[in-house]
């Protein structure tokens, strides 16, 4: 839910692999080495997306340009 995808449609893009040659589509299914590690990349841009979000919200929050604060910041 919190991707806005069906399980299946993630289960698909971690166990296949769409391969487009001279006009034709095919899916081919990966091998166990293969899933492992396009789950771990699939884990890598998660965590990566995640942090640099969580990052932009928390100097979104503590930018004195946004709250009012310009010219009111002390540093002791």
């Known amino acids: ?3 806005g995808v069906t399980k299946e ?7 296949s692999r769409v391969i487009a040659a001279g006009g ?3 899916d081919k299914h ?10 771990k990349a699939f884990a890598k841009a998660m965590y990566d997306r995640l942090f640099t979000w ?3 919200r ?3 929050a ?5 709250s009012g604060m310009v ?3 002390t540093v002791i």
């Open 24 to 26: 034709n589509v095919v």
């Open 62 to 66: 503590i930018d004195p340009r946004l």
């Open 58 to 60: 928390i100097n979104d």
């Open 30 to 39: 990966l091998n166990v080495a293969e899933a492992e590690y396009a789950r």
């Open 9 to 15: 449609n993630v289960e698909k893009a971690l166990c």
């Open 1 to 3: 839910k919190l991707l």
């Open 71 to 73: 010219g009111k910041n």
């Open 54 to 56: 969580i990052v932009g």
